[in-house]
């Protein structure tokens, strides 16, 4: 508000006025009457500049007047015009400020303001925000009866326009006991005030370098309206209530609880921030305290905020955050302290324009003792970069401490708070054995030895894969060469006996030696399939080995006097059986069959081979003369060396006979017996890397055997 000049007082005193005039007339040599009109004229122009000065202090816009010439009853009635900056533009921020006085002994019986403003405000009175609205089509009305006093007051508005139009209206009726009413409204005589001017809602006395305020619409003209779409009507604003208590400084331990948690500002420290501020700025705070050894926390109460945004830490872990400046925080934090040493850590932003951040920690222990930390200059920087420090429990000297940049209740911030946000009570995090770090080393220790011990079984099966590929190519090689040079010797040599047999007279006794060399070559021939039979790697199926089992018996007991009754599964599997299993189960077979035409007496013999369950069964049963089990002689190893050879490919051998009831010899070998271990194939790798050493053992086995009953 602009200084009013005292009012000039002009006393106009008759002889002093005759006694210059009669001077200045002897002086020039004129006559009185001459200067008459002269007198006269000045004395006109006086008179008109006191009434000039009279309406002028009669018009000011400090409006002191003797009735209420204008009433609530009509919203529109205390209001001035839309004024904003000299210049408008999108996204502008504009400060108001006006300045008004309530007489000297007088009392407020009412006091009403009313404001909007095209888009957003913030409104002040005496340094405190009273209220924030963006809604330009309703007028906010304010109570502020019971914050008017005797004396300067100054109301300030930091309004926003988000695009287009801008504007602000105002108006504000003071009624007085006496009758007498102030009227302040929004005209040409508020001041814009410059970006970056500090505490200027509190400024009693505006400096000559804020300009006024430029009215851009009177009320009513477009493109406002001419009445309000709805009155906000808020509650009545009570006084701060100030408490007065003695200073506590950054020490942490006192002896007595000198604050209270029931005024939220009891405490807090100071505004703090870095020692440059800047907009879309980060800063990070830490702070360390410490709970003497043996105590016990009874009550730990944490307040802060900061303008605009925080993340707060505690120990390295995250408690909250906020971005309401306005507010204040309260974080319980009874749960989480312990005996020892512990870090605050405080990670704030400011978006744009002032920044600080205000703090105040409360524990109290069990022997009465308090322990307070506050904002203020105690608090480090930390600069960005640095990892781990919201756990250091020792700041480098690096770091640089905090500055204040205003004390508690200074402007432009809060001297209260507009609202408690209370967090729920922390609780300390529950660590199971799983979740620490002994446990994870464990852990990755062991699944490092299953990757490489999977690394190394999956070499080994390619290894395995590699060395069976090839293995069936050398069985197919020798194969091969036992049937194109071999066998087709054996041949011309059985020829060539026959021939020179034949050019021998009957009672020749050479002719019988050939005739039984012949034979031996026959027999040979017939051992020679048989070898090339079990090398072959194209009849390693069961379909085959059923066939050739078959065919042998059919053989074996054409010259016997033992029928032969076969009793095949027609849809036998072509699964694979490979080169052991055959070969071994092939030996076991011919040996029971040798047994029964030596020692039986049989007449008949049964041959039953079935795949049951995953399983190949191969029964050979007679109807013989039997022999008693239990009478076996001990001293034969042909019925261990079967159980022996049958329980090395995981299979089993069942002997049952009794005298007078024949014999029945059941073999079976379980073909899932590699994949459901397959670490045998591992264990027993050699016996298909080295199947030579597989058939010296099987011909050692056949040499040690005794044709006897008891080793079928």
Request: glycine residues 6%; neutral net charge.
């Amino acid at each position: 508000m602009q200084k009013q000049a005292n009012t000039p007082t002009i006393v106009i005193n008759k002889n002093l006025l005759n006694l210059s005039v009669n001077l200045w007339l002897k002086r020039n040599g004129l006559c009185s009457f001459q200067f008459r009109g002269a007198t006269i004229l000045w004395l006109f122009l006086c008179l008109a500049s006191i009434t000039q000065l009279a309406n002028a202090r009669a018009t000011d816009h400090t409006d002191i007047v003797n009735q209420a010439q204008e009433s609530f009853d009509n919203p529109t009635n205390v209001l001035g015009s839309w004024i904003w900056g000299a210049h408008t533009s999108d996204g502008q921020t504009c400060q108001f400020w006006r300045s008004f006085e309530v007489p000297s002994g007088a009392t407020v019986t009412r006091a009403r303001l009313l404001v909007t403003v095209d888009n957003e405000h913030t409104l002040f009175f005496d340094g405190r925000e009273l209220g924030h609205r963006a809604e330009w089509r309703n007028l906010c009305e304010y109570d502020l009866t019971l914050l008017m006093s005797p004396g300067r007051h100054v109301l300030g508005v930091m309004a926003f326009n988000s695009k287009d139009f801008a504007g602000m209206i105002f108006g504000l009726r003071v009624e007085l006991a006496d009758g007498r009413t102030i009227q302040v409204k929004s005209d040409s005589s508020w001041r814009i005030i410059p970006v970056g001017v500090r505490g200027w809602e509190k400024m009693t006395e505006a400096p000559d370098t804020w300009q006024p305020a430029t009215v851009v619409a009177p009320l009513g003209a477009s493109p406002w309206w001419q009445k309000p779409a709805d009155i906000e009507v808020i509650p009545p604003i009570q006084p701060i209530k100030t408490f007065v208590g003695p200073s506590i400084g950054h020490s942490d331990i006192v002896n007595e609880a000198l604050g209270s948690f029931d005024n939220p500002t009891n405490v807090l420290g100071s505004w703090i921030w870095a020692a440059h501020i800047f907009d879309r700025q980060t800063c990070q705070f830490w702070r360390s305290f410490e709970i003497p050894s043996g105590a016990t926390v009874m009550r730990a109460r944490l307040r802060m905020t900061v303008d605009n945004e925080h993340t707060l830490l505690f120990d390295g872990r995250e408690l909250g955050r906020g971005a309401e400046w306005r507010n204040l925080c309260d974080y319980d934090l009874t749960y989480l302290m312990s005996p020892g040493r512990h870090v605050l850590g405080v990670m704030a932003f400011n978006s744009a324009g002032f920044a600080g951040m205000i703090f105040g920690l409360r524990v109290e222990l069990a022997d009465g003792r308090t322990l307070q930390v506050k904002s203020d200059s105690s608090w480090r920087i930390v600069p960005e970069g640095v990892r781990g420090w919201e756990k250091m429990t020792e700041a480098p000297d690096t770091w640089q401490p905090a500055t204040i940049v205003a004390p508690l209740g200074a402007l432009p911030w809060w001297q209260k708070p507009e609202d408690i946000e209370v967090v729920p009570p922390l609780q300390p995090i529950k660590s199971y054995f799983w979740q620490s770090s002994w446990f994870e080393i464990s852990l990755m220790v062991l699944c490092g030895l299953i990757l490489l011990i999977s690394l190394s079984l999956m070499a080994q099966l390619a290894l395995h894969q590699k060395e069976r590929w090839l293995l069936q190519q050398e069985r197919a090689r020798i194969a091969r060469d036992i049937h194109d040079d071999l066998g087709s010797r054996m041949t011309q040599l059985v020829l060539h006996g026959e021939v020179a047999q034949s050019e021998l007279s009957a009672e020749s006794e050479t002719r019988s030696q050939l005739q039984d060399i012949c034979e031996e070559a026959r027999g040979l021939l017939s051992s020679v399939d048989e070898i090339l039979w079990a090398v072959n790697p194209r009849r390693d199926t069961l379909r085959d080995f059923a066939s050739y089992v078959c065919g042998y018996a059919q053989e074996f007991f054409k010259l016997t006097s033992i029928q032969c009754i076969f009793d095949a599964d027609p849809e036998m599997s072509a699964a694979r059986f490979d080169l052991p299993l055959r070969r071994s189960l092939l030996m076991a077979i011919k040996e029971t069959f040798n047994n029964a035409v030596k020692h039986s007496g049989a007449t008949e013999l049964l041959l039953q081979i079935r795949w049951q369950r995953q399983k190949l069964i191969v029964v050979v049963q007679d109807n013989g003369k039997g022999f008693d089990m239990a009478k076996a002689k001990a001293g034969r190893n042909g019925l261990t060396n079967m159980s022996q050879r049958m329980k090395e490919l995981g299979g089993n051998c069942l002997v049952t006979s009794k005298p007078g009831h024949g014999c029945r010899v059941e073999f079976a070998i379980p073909l899932t017996h590699w994949r459901q271990r397959p670490w045998d194939w591992i264990l027993k790798a050699k016996r298909f890397s080295t199947p030579g050493n597989e058939m010296k053992q099987s011909r050692e086995n056949e040499g040690a055997k005794i044709h006897d009953p008891t080793n079928c």
